[in-house]
Protein backbone atom coordinates (compact mmCIF):
# COMPACT_ATOMS: atom_id res chain seq x y z
CA UNK A 1 0.00 0.00 0.00
CA UNK A 2 1.41 3.22 -1.21
CA UNK A 3 0.41 4.78 2.60
CA UNK A 4 2.28 7.13 4.10
CA UNK A 5 5.81 5.96 2.34
CA UNK A 6 7.55 8.78 3.67
CA UNK A 7 6.53 9.57 7.23
CA UNK A 8 6.91 7.36 10.57
CA UNK A 9 3.44 8.27 11.97
CA UNK A 10 0.96 5.51 10.39
CA UNK A 11 3.59 3.47 10.35
CA UNK A 12 4.23 3.75 14.29
CA UNK A 13 0.33 3.82 14.47
CA UNK A 14 -0.10 0.07 13.11
CA UNK A 15 1.12 -0.95 16.36
CA UNK A 16 0.56 1.63 18.93
CA UNK A 17 -2.09 0.76 21.39
CA UNK A 18 -4.62 3.54 21.48
CA UNK A 19 -4.86 4.26 25.46
CA UNK A 20 -8.94 4.43 27.35
CA UNK A 21 -9.41 6.33 30.06
CA UNK A 22 -12.06 3.56 32.01
CA UNK A 23 -11.89 3.29 36.05
CA UNK A 24 -9.88 0.60 37.71
CA UNK A 25 -13.34 -0.61 39.34
CA UNK A 26 -14.66 -0.75 35.77
CA UNK A 27 -11.76 -2.13 33.78
CA UNK A 28 -11.46 -5.18 37.04
CA UNK A 29 -15.34 -6.21 36.28
CA UNK A 30 -14.93 -5.79 32.68
CA UNK A 31 -12.06 -8.27 32.57
CA UNK A 32 -13.79 -10.57 35.36
CA UNK A 33 -16.98 -10.69 32.84
CA UNK A 34 -14.63 -11.05 29.73
CA UNK A 35 -13.36 -14.22 31.33
CA UNK A 36 -16.73 -15.63 33.06
CA UNK A 37 -18.83 -15.25 29.32
CA UNK A 38 -15.51 -16.24 27.57
CA UNK A 39 -15.87 -13.73 25.19
CA UNK A 40 -12.52 -13.32 23.80
CA UNK A 41 -12.19 -13.87 19.66
CA UNK A 42 -9.30 -15.24 18.02
CA UNK A 43 -7.15 -13.79 14.95
CA UNK A 44 -4.78 -15.86 12.73
CA UNK A 45 -1.64 -14.11 10.21
CA UNK A 46 0.12 -16.40 8.22
CA UNK A 47 3.46 -17.18 8.19
CA UNK A 48 5.24 -17.41 5.00
CA UNK A 49 7.81 -19.65 3.38
CA UNK A 50 10.05 -17.31 1.46
CA UNK A 51 10.82 -19.45 -1.21
CA UNK A 52 7.96 -20.00 -2.34
CA UNK A 53 6.11 -23.26 -0.98
CA UNK A 54 3.05 -21.25 0.47
CA UNK A 55 1.96 -20.51 4.17
CA UNK A 56 3.88 -23.38 6.63
CA UNK A 57 1.06 -22.02 9.34
CA UNK A 58 -0.59 -19.45 11.21
CA UNK A 59 0.15 -17.73 14.79
CA UNK A 60 -2.61 -17.63 16.57
CA UNK A 61 -3.45 -13.53 18.44
CA UNK A 62 -6.37 -12.93 20.62
CA UNK A 63 -8.55 -9.99 21.27
CA UNK A 64 -11.34 -8.78 23.55
CA UNK A 65 -14.92 -7.37 22.73
CA UNK A 66 -15.07 -5.23 19.94
CA UNK A 67 -16.47 -2.49 22.11
CA UNK A 68 -14.83 -2.99 25.26
CA UNK A 69 -11.64 -1.25 26.51
CA UNK A 70 -9.63 -4.43 26.63
CA UNK A 71 -10.42 -5.10 22.88
CA UNK A 72 -6.44 -4.62 22.14
CA UNK A 73 -4.28 -7.21 24.06
CA UNK A 74 -1.94 -4.89 24.79
CA UNK A 75 -5.08 -3.27 27.40
CA UNK A 76 -6.41 -7.08 28.14
CA UNK A 77 -3.24 -8.69 29.56
CA UNK A 78 -2.04 -5.54 31.16
CA UNK A 79 -5.29 -5.33 32.62
CA UNK A 80 -5.00 -9.15 33.60
CA UNK A 81 -1.53 -9.09 35.12
CA UNK A 82 -2.78 -5.60 37.26
CA UNK A 83 -5.37 -7.61 38.76
CA UNK A 84 -3.67 -11.35 39.25
CA UNK A 85 -5.68 -12.60 36.40
CA UNK A 86 -2.41 -13.52 33.86
CA UNK A 87 -2.92 -16.74 34.32
CA UNK A 88 -6.83 -17.20 33.98
CA UNK A 89 -6.43 -15.16 30.69
CA UNK A 90 -3.71 -16.79 29.18
CA UNK A 91 -5.56 -20.33 29.53
CA UNK A 92 -8.98 -18.89 28.25
CA UNK A 93 -7.14 -17.02 25.47
CA UNK A 94 -5.40 -20.44 24.26
CA UNK A 95 -8.36 -22.41 24.62
CA UNK A 96 -10.30 -19.78 22.28
CA UNK A 97 -7.19 -20.22 20.13
CA UNK A 98 -6.98 -24.16 20.14
CA UNK A 99 -10.98 -24.42 19.61
CA UNK A 100 -10.45 -21.65 16.45
CA UNK A 101 -7.76 -23.15 14.89
CA UNK A 102 -9.58 -26.52 14.97
CA UNK A 103 -12.87 -25.36 13.94
CA UNK A 104 -11.52 -23.52 11.00
CA UNK A 105 -9.02 -26.62 10.29
CA UNK A 106 -6.49 -24.50 8.57
CA UNK A 107 -4.04 -26.27 7.54
CA UNK A 108 -0.06 -25.96 8.24
CA UNK A 109 1.39 -25.55 12.08
CA UNK A 110 -0.53 -23.02 14.67
CA UNK A 111 1.78 -21.21 16.82
CA UNK A 112 0.78 -20.78 20.36
CA UNK A 113 1.65 -17.73 22.27
CA UNK A 114 2.94 -18.71 25.86
CA UNK A 115 4.10 -16.26 28.07
CA UNK A 116 6.96 -17.19 30.67
CA UNK A 117 5.37 -16.14 33.46
CA UNK A 118 2.46 -18.36 33.13
CA UNK A 119 4.57 -21.33 31.71
CA UNK A 120 6.04 -21.33 35.02
CA UNK A 121 3.47 -19.92 37.16
CA UNK A 122 3.24 -22.16 40.90
CA UNK A 123 -0.33 -23.02 39.81
CA UNK A 124 0.09 -23.88 36.21
CA UNK A 125 -0.95 -27.51 35.88
CA UNK A 126 1.77 -29.55 33.25
CA UNK A 127 -0.30 -31.69 30.94
CA UNK A 128 -3.60 -29.11 30.20
CA UNK A 129 -3.30 -27.88 27.18
CA UNK A 130 -2.37 -31.42 25.89
CA UNK A 131 -5.55 -32.93 27.15
CA UNK A 132 -7.55 -29.45 25.60
CA UNK A 133 -6.11 -30.38 22.63
CA UNK A 134 -7.07 -33.83 22.32
CA UNK A 135 -10.42 -33.53 23.00
CA UNK A 136 -10.33 -30.82 20.01
CA UNK A 137 -8.37 -33.61 17.83
CA UNK A 138 -5.35 -31.62 17.50
CA UNK A 139 -1.59 -33.38 17.79
CA UNK A 140 1.64 -31.78 19.24
CA UNK A 141 2.97 -31.72 15.85
CA UNK A 142 0.40 -29.37 14.89
CA UNK A 143 1.94 -26.85 17.32
CA UNK A 144 4.23 -24.61 17.90
CA UNK A 145 4.95 -23.43 21.48
CA UNK A 146 5.64 -19.70 20.87
CA UNK A 147 7.51 -17.45 23.89
CA UNK A 148 6.95 -14.47 23.72
CA UNK A 149 9.26 -12.55 26.53
CA UNK A 150 8.00 -9.02 27.68
CA UNK A 151 8.92 -9.00 31.07
CA UNK A 152 12.36 -10.62 33.05
CA UNK A 153 12.19 -14.08 33.66
CA UNK A 154 12.80 -14.56 37.06
CA UNK A 155 13.56 -18.15 36.87
CA UNK A 156 15.49 -19.22 33.81
CA UNK A 157 15.66 -22.90 34.75
CA UNK A 158 12.43 -23.28 35.87
CA UNK A 159 11.40 -22.37 32.41
CA UNK A 160 14.20 -24.22 30.62
CA UNK A 161 12.77 -27.33 32.03
CA UNK A 162 9.22 -26.07 31.37
CA UNK A 163 10.21 -25.62 27.62
CA UNK A 164 11.92 -29.56 27.57
CA UNK A 165 8.96 -30.84 29.34
CA UNK A 166 6.59 -29.33 25.84
CA UNK A 167 9.31 -30.72 23.52
CA UNK A 168 9.03 -33.81 25.22
CA UNK A 169 5.41 -34.38 23.85
CA UNK A 170 5.48 -33.50 20.68
CA UNK A 171 5.69 -29.41 20.84
CA UNK A 172 8.05 -27.55 18.57
CA UNK A 173 9.53 -24.21 20.33
CA UNK A 174 9.59 -20.93 18.71
CA UNK A 175 11.31 -17.90 20.64
CA UNK A 176 9.78 -14.24 20.09
CA UNK A 177 11.41 -11.30 19.28
CA UNK A 178 14.88 -11.89 19.32
CA UNK A 179 16.99 -8.87 20.35
CA UNK A 180 14.03 -7.44 22.24
CA UNK A 181 13.66 -9.94 25.27
CA UNK A 182 15.64 -10.18 27.99
CA UNK A 183 17.19 -13.81 27.75
CA UNK A 184 16.10 -14.92 23.86
CA UNK A 185 20.09 -15.08 23.26
CA UNK A 186 20.38 -17.19 26.02
CA UNK A 187 17.67 -19.32 25.41
CA UNK A 188 18.53 -19.87 21.95
CA UNK A 189 21.62 -20.92 22.84
CA UNK A 190 20.37 -23.70 25.72
CA UNK A 191 17.44 -25.05 23.85
CA UNK A 192 18.16 -24.76 20.44
CA UNK A 193 14.27 -24.07 19.08
CA UNK A 194 12.82 -24.65 15.97
CA UNK A 195 12.02 -21.53 14.83
CA UNK A 196 13.49 -17.90 16.32
CA UNK A 197 11.36 -14.33 15.32
CA UNK A 198 13.66 -11.66 14.53
CA UNK A 199 11.61 -8.30 16.21
CA UNK A 200 10.47 -6.45 13.81
CA UNK A 201 12.86 -3.25 14.86
CA UNK A 202 15.86 -5.19 12.68
CA UNK A 203 12.89 -5.71 9.90
CA UNK A 204 12.01 -1.80 9.07
CA UNK A 205 14.15 -0.20 6.95
CA UNK A 206 16.30 -2.75 6.55
CA UNK A 207 16.69 -2.50 2.65
CA UNK A 208 18.41 0.71 3.41
CA UNK A 209 19.87 0.24 6.43
CA UNK A 210 23.05 -1.50 6.04
CA UNK A 211 23.84 -2.00 10.10
CA UNK A 212 19.91 -3.21 10.40
CA UNK A 213 21.03 -5.94 7.77
CA UNK A 214 24.51 -6.69 8.98
CA UNK A 215 22.35 -7.91 12.27
CA UNK A 216 19.86 -9.95 10.26
CA UNK A 217 23.03 -11.81 8.55
CA UNK A 218 24.52 -12.85 11.90
CA UNK A 219 21.14 -13.97 13.03
CA UNK A 220 21.08 -15.77 9.84
CA UNK A 221 24.06 -17.40 10.44
CA UNK A 222 23.88 -18.26 14.01
CA UNK A 223 20.60 -20.27 12.64
CA UNK A 224 22.29 -22.01 10.06
CA UNK A 225 24.68 -23.43 12.57
CA UNK A 226 21.91 -24.11 15.40
CA UNK A 227 19.58 -26.18 12.26
CA UNK A 228 16.76 -23.35 13.20
CA UNK A 229 14.50 -21.29 11.15
CA UNK A 230 14.66 -18.01 11.35
CA UNK A 231 11.34 -15.82 11.16
CA UNK A 232 11.31 -12.28 9.91
CA UNK A 233 8.68 -10.62 11.99
CA UNK A 234 6.82 -6.88 10.95
CA UNK A 235 7.47 -7.26 7.00
CA UNK A 236 5.50 -4.24 6.06
CA UNK A 237 6.83 -3.41 2.27
CA UNK A 238 8.28 -5.20 -0.57
CA UNK A 239 11.40 -3.54 -0.22
CA UNK A 240 11.56 -5.29 3.25
CA UNK A 241 10.32 -8.63 2.01
CA UNK A 242 13.05 -8.30 -0.89
CA UNK A 243 15.84 -7.75 1.97
CA UNK A 244 15.28 -10.69 3.92
CA UNK A 245 14.88 -13.05 1.13
CA UNK A 246 17.80 -12.02 -0.34
CA UNK A 247 19.87 -12.62 3.14
CA UNK A 248 18.64 -16.43 3.24
CA UNK A 249 15.99 -15.97 5.87
CA UNK A 250 13.73 -18.74 5.58
CA UNK A 251 10.35 -17.43 6.59
CA UNK A 252 8.70 -14.38 6.85
CA UNK A 253 5.54 -12.68 8.73
CA UNK A 254 3.62 -9.05 8.21
CA UNK A 255 1.23 -6.75 7.14
CA UNK A 256 2.78 -6.90 3.71
CA UNK A 257 2.28 -10.90 3.58
CA UNK A 258 -0.81 -10.92 5.31
CA UNK A 259 -2.77 -9.10 8.18
CA UNK A 260 -4.24 -10.98 10.92
CA UNK A 261 -7.75 -12.08 10.42
CA UNK A 262 -10.66 -14.45 12.35
CA UNK A 263 -10.73 -16.19 8.77
CA UNK A 264 -7.13 -15.82 7.18
CA UNK A 265 -6.49 -16.23 3.61
CA UNK A 266 -5.21 -20.11 2.87
CA UNK A 267 -3.33 -19.31 -0.07
CA UNK A 268 -0.53 -16.39 -0.39
CA UNK A 269 -1.38 -13.25 -2.47
CA UNK A 270 0.39 -13.26 -6.01
CA UNK A 271 1.99 -10.12 -5.11
CA UNK A 272 3.97 -12.55 -2.38
CA UNK A 273 4.65 -15.05 -4.68
CA UNK A 274 5.64 -13.51 -7.75
CA UNK A 275 7.70 -11.39 -5.92
CA UNK A 276 10.80 -10.29 -7.71
CA UNK A 277 9.13 -12.85 -10.49
CA UNK A 278 8.43 -11.91 -14.12
CA UNK A 279 5.34 -9.33 -13.80
CA UNK A 280 1.71 -10.72 -14.28
CA UNK A 281 -0.79 -9.32 -16.13
CA UNK A 282 -3.22 -7.37 -13.90
CA UNK A 283 -7.06 -7.37 -14.80
CA UNK A 284 -7.59 -3.79 -16.55
CA UNK A 285 -8.50 -0.51 -14.80
CA UNK A 286 -12.68 -0.38 -13.93
CA UNK A 287 -13.30 3.14 -13.87
CA UNK A 288 -16.91 2.10 -12.19
CA UNK A 289 -14.91 -0.40 -10.02
CA UNK A 290 -14.21 1.21 -6.97
CA UNK A 291 -10.73 -0.78 -5.75
CA UNK A 292 -9.30 1.23 -9.23
CA UNK A 293 -10.49 4.79 -8.08
CA UNK A 294 -7.34 6.56 -6.30
CA UNK A 295 -6.23 9.08 -4.16
CA UNK A 296 -5.04 10.89 -7.60
CA UNK A 297 -9.09 11.48 -8.31
CA UNK A 298 -8.60 13.29 -5.07
CA UNK A 299 -5.77 15.86 -6.46
CA UNK A 300 -5.99 19.22 -5.65
CA UNK A 301 -2.45 21.44 -6.58
CA UNK A 302 -1.70 23.72 -3.83
CA UNK A 303 1.63 26.34 -4.85
CA UNK A 304 3.97 24.73 -2.29
CA UNK A 305 5.66 27.25 0.52
CA UNK A 306 9.58 26.61 1.05
CA UNK A 307 10.92 26.48 4.40
CA UNK A 308 12.41 29.68 3.79
CA UNK A 309 9.00 31.22 3.16
CA UNK A 310 8.35 33.84 6.23
CA UNK A 311 5.21 33.76 8.11
CA UNK A 312 4.60 37.32 6.82
CA UNK A 313 3.84 35.51 3.43
CA UNK A 314 1.68 32.40 4.48
CA UNK A 315 -0.58 34.69 6.78
CA UNK A 316 -1.05 36.85 3.31
CA UNK A 317 -2.04 33.81 1.21
CA UNK A 318 -4.16 32.91 3.86
CA UNK A 319 -6.08 36.47 3.96
CA UNK A 320 -6.30 36.67 0.10
CA UNK A 321 -7.81 32.87 -0.08
CA UNK A 322 -10.75 31.95 2.13
CA UNK A 323 -11.02 28.33 0.87
CA UNK A 324 -7.61 27.78 0.82
CA UNK A 325 -7.19 25.34 3.93
CA UNK A 326 -3.50 24.42 4.24
CA UNK A 327 0.13 25.19 2.54
CA UNK A 328 2.07 22.40 1.79
CA UNK A 329 6.04 22.74 2.85
CA UNK A 330 8.29 21.00 -0.09
CA UNK A 331 12.29 21.06 -0.34
CA UNK A 332 13.25 20.09 -3.85
CA UNK A 333 10.45 18.94 -4.81
CA UNK A 334 10.03 16.33 -1.30
CA UNK A 335 6.62 17.33 1.29
CA UNK A 336 8.34 18.38 4.43
CA UNK A 337 5.25 19.35 5.97
CA UNK A 338 1.96 20.54 5.88
CA UNK A 339 0.57 24.40 7.58
CA UNK A 340 -3.17 24.12 8.67
CA UNK A 341 -5.18 27.06 8.43
CA UNK A 342 -7.17 27.01 11.48
CA UNK A 343 -3.97 26.28 13.63
CA UNK A 344 -1.42 29.13 11.85
CA UNK A 345 -4.84 31.83 12.19
CA UNK A 346 -5.31 31.09 15.82
CA UNK A 347 -1.93 31.15 16.47
CA UNK A 348 -1.31 34.63 14.99
CA UNK A 349 -4.74 36.08 16.36
CA UNK A 350 -2.60 36.21 19.89
CA UNK A 351 -0.85 39.22 20.56
CA UNK A 352 2.39 40.17 19.83
CA UNK A 353 2.36 37.06 17.70
CA UNK A 354 2.38 38.82 14.25
CA UNK A 355 5.34 40.87 15.58
CA UNK A 356 7.31 38.22 17.14
CA UNK A 357 6.69 35.49 14.83
CA UNK A 358 5.85 37.08 11.28
CA UNK A 359 9.68 37.67 9.97
CA UNK A 360 10.26 33.77 10.76
CA UNK A 361 10.92 30.90 8.55
CA UNK A 362 7.15 29.08 8.31
CA UNK A 363 8.53 25.57 8.68
CA UNK A 364 8.93 25.98 12.15
CA UNK A 365 4.73 27.01 12.59
CA UNK A 366 4.09 23.88 10.14
CA UNK A 367 2.75 20.02 11.03
CA UNK A 368 6.10 18.15 11.22
CA UNK A 369 3.94 14.69 10.58
CA UNK A 370 1.37 15.55 7.84
CA UNK A 371 0.07 12.66 5.97
CA UNK A 372 1.39 11.30 2.91
CA UNK A 373 -0.77 9.21 0.44
CA UNK A 374 0.68 7.72 -3.12
CA UNK A 375 -1.56 8.74 -6.23
CA UNK A 376 -2.38 5.62 -7.18
CA UNK A 377 -3.34 4.52 -3.60
CA UNK A 378 -6.96 3.31 -4.08
CA UNK A 379 -9.41 5.28 -1.51
CA UNK A 380 -10.82 2.29 0.10
CA UNK A 381 -6.94 1.65 1.15
CA UNK A 382 -6.94 4.98 2.92
CA UNK A 383 -9.93 4.42 4.72
CA UNK A 384 -9.26 1.56 5.96
CA UNK A 385 -6.08 2.01 6.87
CA UNK A 386 -7.50 5.31 8.56
CA UNK A 387 -10.55 3.43 10.26
CA UNK A 388 -7.81 0.70 12.22
CA UNK A 389 -6.34 3.61 14.64
CA UNK A 390 -9.28 6.06 14.57
CA UNK A 391 -8.26 7.61 17.95
CA UNK A 392 -4.50 8.17 16.65
CA UNK A 393 -5.80 10.00 13.11
CA UNK A 394 -8.63 11.59 14.13
CA UNK A 395 -6.60 14.90 14.58
CA UNK A 396 -5.84 14.05 10.62
CA UNK A 397 -9.33 14.56 10.06
CA UNK A 398 -9.20 18.66 10.61
CA UNK A 399 -6.38 18.64 8.02
CA UNK A 400 -5.86 18.38 4.52
CA UNK A 401 -2.96 14.99 3.46
CA UNK A 402 -0.31 15.46 0.99
CA UNK A 403 -0.65 13.25 -2.32
CA UNK A 404 2.68 11.69 -3.98
CA UNK A 405 4.38 10.74 -7.09
CA UNK A 406 6.87 8.46 -5.14
CA UNK A 407 9.13 10.95 -3.10
CA UNK A 408 7.56 14.05 -4.87
CA UNK A 409 4.68 16.68 -3.94
CA UNK A 410 1.53 16.32 -6.34
CA UNK A 411 -0.53 18.27 -4.81
CA UNK A 412 -3.27 17.60 -1.40
CA UNK A 413 -6.39 15.43 -1.07
CA UNK A 414 -9.19 17.29 1.44
CA UNK A 415 -11.03 14.32 3.73
CA UNK A 416 -14.46 15.75 2.89
CA UNK A 417 -13.98 15.03 -0.57
CA UNK A 418 -12.85 11.41 0.96
CA UNK A 419 -15.34 10.90 2.86
CA UNK A 420 -17.81 11.82 -0.01
CA UNK A 421 -16.02 10.01 -2.44
CA UNK A 422 -16.26 6.47 -0.25
CA UNK A 423 -20.09 7.59 0.29
CA UNK A 424 -20.58 7.11 -3.70
CA UNK A 425 -18.56 4.11 -4.00
CA UNK A 426 -20.75 2.49 -1.05
CA UNK A 427 -23.98 3.52 -2.70
CA UNK A 428 -22.89 2.13 -6.31
CA UNK A 429 -21.86 -1.03 -5.08
CA UNK A 430 -24.57 -1.51 -2.71
CA UNK A 431 -26.85 -1.24 -6.06
CA UNK A 432 -25.11 -3.73 -7.50
CA UNK A 433 -24.32 -5.99 -4.65
CA UNK A 434 -26.00 -9.58 -3.52
CA UNK A 435 -27.98 -8.85 -0.44
CA UNK A 436 -27.20 -11.81 1.09
CA UNK A 437 -23.36 -11.83 0.29
CA UNK A 438 -22.51 -8.34 -0.25
CA UNK A 439 -20.55 -9.60 -3.29
CA UNK A 440 -21.03 -8.15 -6.74
CA UNK A 441 -24.17 -8.90 -8.74
CA UNK A 442 -25.01 -10.01 -11.99
CA UNK A 443 -24.32 -6.69 -13.47
CA UNK A 444 -20.81 -6.38 -12.43
CA UNK A 445 -20.12 -9.81 -13.45
CA UNK A 446 -21.27 -9.29 -16.77
CA UNK A 447 -19.41 -5.97 -16.67
CA UNK A 448 -16.00 -7.15 -15.74
CA UNK A 449 -16.44 -10.30 -18.23
CA UNK A 450 -16.53 -7.77 -21.36
CA UNK A 451 -13.84 -5.87 -20.31
CA UNK A 452 -11.60 -8.90 -20.09
CA UNK A 453 -12.60 -9.43 -23.29
CA UNK A 454 -12.23 -6.37 -24.85
CA UNK A 455 -9.20 -5.63 -23.74
CA UNK A 456 -7.96 -9.10 -24.54
CA UNK A 457 -6.85 -10.68 -21.35
CA UNK A 458 -7.32 -14.07 -21.15
CA UNK A 459 -8.69 -15.84 -17.63
CA UNK A 460 -10.62 -19.35 -16.42
CA UNK A 461 -13.86 -18.63 -15.71
CA UNK A 462 -15.47 -20.55 -12.52
CA UNK A 463 -18.83 -21.57 -12.31
CA UNK A 464 -19.58 -22.72 -8.45
CA UNK A 465 -22.71 -24.42 -7.15
CA UNK A 466 -23.93 -26.10 -4.29
CA UNK A 467 -24.83 -29.64 -4.87
CA UNK A 468 -27.95 -30.73 -2.80
CA UNK A 469 -28.66 -27.75 -1.19
CA UNK A 470 -32.41 -27.81 -1.53
CA UNK A 471 -32.78 -30.72 0.49
CA UNK A 472 -30.50 -29.12 3.22
CA UNK A 473 -32.55 -25.74 3.14
CA UNK A 474 -35.81 -27.58 3.55
CA UNK A 475 -34.43 -29.87 6.32
CA UNK A 476 -33.35 -26.84 8.44
CA UNK A 477 -34.87 -23.74 6.86
CA UNK A 478 -33.56 -20.78 5.17
CA UNK A 479 -31.81 -19.30 8.06
CA UNK A 480 -29.23 -22.07 8.16
CA UNK A 481 -29.42 -22.03 4.12
CA UNK A 482 -28.53 -18.39 4.61
CA UNK A 483 -25.69 -19.63 6.69
CA UNK A 484 -24.80 -22.12 4.03
CA UNK A 485 -24.29 -19.77 1.40
CA UNK A 486 -22.81 -17.31 3.11
CA UNK A 487 -20.23 -19.65 4.06
CA UNK A 488 -19.56 -20.59 0.53
CA UNK A 489 -19.24 -17.18 -0.61
CA UNK A 490 -16.03 -16.37 2.19
CA UNK A 491 -14.58 -19.46 1.39
CA UNK A 492 -14.40 -18.74 -2.59
CA UNK A 493 -13.72 -15.14 -1.71
CA UNK A 494 -10.54 -16.15 0.77
CA UNK A 495 -9.43 -18.89 -2.66
CA UNK A 496 -9.49 -15.79 -5.17
CA UNK A 497 -6.20 -13.61 -5.10
CA UNK A 498 -7.85 -9.56 -4.28
CA UNK A 499 -5.71 -8.23 -7.38
CA UNK A 500 -6.06 -10.65 -9.93
CA UNK A 501 -9.30 -12.23 -9.61
CA UNK A 502 -13.06 -11.62 -9.51
CA UNK A 503 -15.61 -13.00 -6.99
CA UNK A 504 -19.15 -12.41 -8.25
CA UNK A 505 -22.41 -13.88 -6.38
CA UNK A 506 -25.31 -14.15 -9.19
CA UNK A 507 -27.77 -15.21 -6.64
CA UNK A 508 -29.02 -18.18 -4.87
CA UNK A 509 -26.34 -20.64 -4.27
CA UNK A 510 -24.53 -19.79 -7.62
CA UNK A 511 -21.27 -18.04 -7.69
CA UNK A 512 -18.66 -17.13 -10.31
CA UNK A 513 -15.00 -16.68 -10.00
CA UNK A 514 -12.99 -14.92 -13.13
CA UNK A 515 -9.24 -15.86 -12.63
CA UNK A 516 -6.32 -14.79 -13.83
CA UNK A 517 -3.56 -16.02 -10.88
CA UNK A 518 -1.49 -18.64 -12.17
CA UNK A 519 -2.26 -21.22 -9.75
CA UNK A 520 -6.09 -21.01 -10.07
CA UNK A 521 -6.37 -24.75 -10.19
CA UNK A 522 -4.59 -25.00 -6.94
CA UNK A 523 -7.11 -22.08 -5.45
CA UNK A 524 -10.17 -23.93 -6.43
CA UNK A 525 -9.58 -27.11 -4.56
CA UNK A 526 -7.88 -25.58 -1.64
CA UNK A 527 -11.82 -23.99 -1.71
CA UNK A 528 -13.11 -28.03 -2.03
CA UNK A 529 -10.91 -28.82 0.61
CA UNK A 530 -12.36 -26.03 3.22
CA UNK A 531 -15.60 -26.08 1.90
CA UNK A 532 -15.79 -30.34 3.02
CA UNK A 533 -14.54 -29.60 6.33
CA UNK A 534 -16.24 -26.30 6.97
CA UNK A 535 -19.74 -27.11 5.61
CA UNK A 536 -20.11 -30.07 7.72
CA UNK A 537 -20.42 -27.98 10.74
CA UNK A 538 -23.59 -26.66 9.73
CA UNK A 539 -25.38 -30.06 10.03
CA UNK A 540 -26.65 -31.85 13.39
CA UNK A 541 -24.51 -34.55 14.84
CA UNK A 542 -26.85 -37.41 14.05
CA UNK A 543 -27.46 -35.68 9.61
CA UNK A 544 -23.41 -35.48 10.18
CA UNK A 545 -22.76 -39.29 11.18
CA UNK A 546 -25.15 -40.98 8.70
CA UNK A 547 -23.90 -38.37 6.55
CA UNK A 548 -27.22 -37.01 5.56
CA UNK A 549 -30.76 -36.96 5.57
CA UNK A 550 -33.90 -38.16 4.44
CA UNK A 551 -37.08 -35.81 3.55
CA UNK A 552 -39.88 -36.42 1.14
CA UNK A 553 -39.97 -35.41 -2.59
CA UNK A 554 -42.68 -33.94 -4.60
CA UNK A 555 -44.73 -36.97 -5.03
CA UNK A 556 -44.34 -37.47 -1.50
CA UNK A 557 -41.70 -40.29 -1.13
CA UNK A 558 -39.03 -40.65 1.34
CA UNK A 559 -35.69 -40.10 -0.55
CA UNK A 560 -32.12 -40.27 1.24
CA UNK A 561 -30.07 -36.82 0.26
CA UNK A 562 -26.55 -36.43 0.91
CA UNK A 563 -24.78 -33.08 3.40
CA UNK A 564 -24.16 -30.33 0.22
CA UNK A 565 -20.96 -30.53 -1.83
CA UNK A 566 -19.60 -27.78 -3.95
CA UNK A 567 -19.37 -28.47 -7.59
CA UNK A 568 -17.07 -25.77 -9.74
CA UNK A 569 -17.03 -26.13 -13.62
CA UNK A 570 -13.65 -24.63 -15.10
CA UNK A 571 -12.97 -23.37 -18.58
CA UNK A 572 -10.08 -21.41 -19.94
CA UNK A 573 -11.43 -17.86 -21.43
CA UNK A 574 -9.51 -17.12 -25.04
CA UNK A 575 -10.68 -13.27 -25.47
CA UNK A 576 -10.34 -13.96 -29.57
CA UNK A 577 -13.15 -16.48 -29.71
CA UNK A 578 -15.58 -14.71 -27.71
CA UNK A 579 -17.72 -11.39 -28.44
CA UNK A 580 -19.95 -10.95 -25.02
CA UNK A 581 -20.09 -12.56 -21.40
CA UNK A 582 -23.40 -14.18 -23.19
CA UNK A 583 -20.97 -16.51 -24.86
CA UNK A 584 -18.59 -16.99 -22.30
CA UNK A 585 -21.90 -17.84 -19.47
CA UNK A 586 -22.52 -20.96 -21.70
CA UNK A 587 -19.60 -22.33 -21.56
CA UNK A 588 -19.40 -22.00 -18.08
CA UNK A 589 -22.47 -23.40 -17.54
CA UNK A 590 -21.48 -26.46 -19.70
CA UNK A 591 -18.83 -26.99 -17.55
CA UNK A 592 -20.84 -26.58 -14.20
CA UNK A 593 -22.90 -29.41 -15.50
CA UNK A 594 -20.32 -31.84 -15.96
CA UNK A 595 -18.68 -30.64 -12.66
CA UNK A 596 -22.46 -31.29 -11.21
CA UNK A 597 -22.13 -35.05 -12.81
CA UNK A 598 -19.28 -35.57 -10.51
CA UNK A 599 -19.46 -37.33 -6.72
CA UNK A 600 -18.82 -35.03 -3.79
CA UNK A 601 -17.11 -31.70 -3.90
CA UNK A 602 -15.78 -31.73 -7.35
CA UNK A 603 -13.48 -29.95 -9.70
CA UNK A 604 -14.18 -29.96 -13.66
CA UNK A 605 -12.10 -28.46 -16.35
CA UNK A 606 -13.23 -27.92 -20.00
CA UNK A 607 -10.00 -29.32 -21.60
CA UNK A 608 -11.66 -29.28 -24.91
CA UNK A 609 -10.88 -26.85 -27.77
CA UNK A 610 -13.07 -23.83 -28.00
CA UNK A 611 -14.22 -23.84 -31.35
CA UNK A 612 -15.36 -27.20 -30.58
CA UNK A 613 -17.40 -26.45 -27.77
CA UNK A 614 -18.99 -23.98 -29.85
CA UNK A 615 -19.91 -26.11 -32.73
Same mark, same amino acid.
Given at each position: ?????????????????????????????? +?????????? !??? #???? &? %??? =? /? @???????????????????????????????????????????????????????????????????????????????????????????????????????? +?????????? !??? #???? &? %??? =? /? @???????????????????????????????????????????????????????????????????????????????????????????????????????????????????????????????????????????????????????????????????????????????????????????????????????????????????????????????????????????????????????????????????????????????????????????????????????????????????????????????????????????????????????????????????????????????????????????????????????????????????????????????????????????????????
Amino acid at each position: MELANATPLPTASRNRSVAVLVPEADNRST +LQAILAQRSL !SAA #FQPI &L %DLN =G /E @GYIGFEGLIRGPANSPLHSPVDLFGAAQQYGLSLETEMLSRQIVLESFARLKLPGRLFLNVSPSVLTHPSFKNGQTLEYMRQLGITPDQVTIEITENQPTDDMN +LMRDALLHYR !SMG #FKIA &L %DDL =G /E @GFSSLRLWSELHPEFVKIDKHFIKDADSDPLKRQFLRSFQQIADSSGCQIIAEGIETEAELLTVKGLGIALGQGYFIARPSALPPLIAHSRIVLTDSPAVQRPPDNPSTSRNITAQQLLVHIEPATPETSNHEILARFSADPSLHSIPVVRHGRPLSLINRRAFMDRFAQPFQRELLGGKPCFQAAQEQPLLVGQNTPLQEISQFLTESPGHHAAHFADDFIITDGEYYLGIGRWLELLRSITQMQIEAARHANPLTLLPGNVPINEHINRLLNDGTPFHICYCDLDNFKPFNDIYGYHRGDEMIQLTGRILRGACDPVLDFIGHIGGDDFILLMQSADWENRCDTALQVFAHAAVALADDIHRCSGGYESEDRHGRLMFHPLPTLSIGAAFIEPERFSSHIEVADIASEAKKMAKGMHGNSLFIERRKQHETLQ
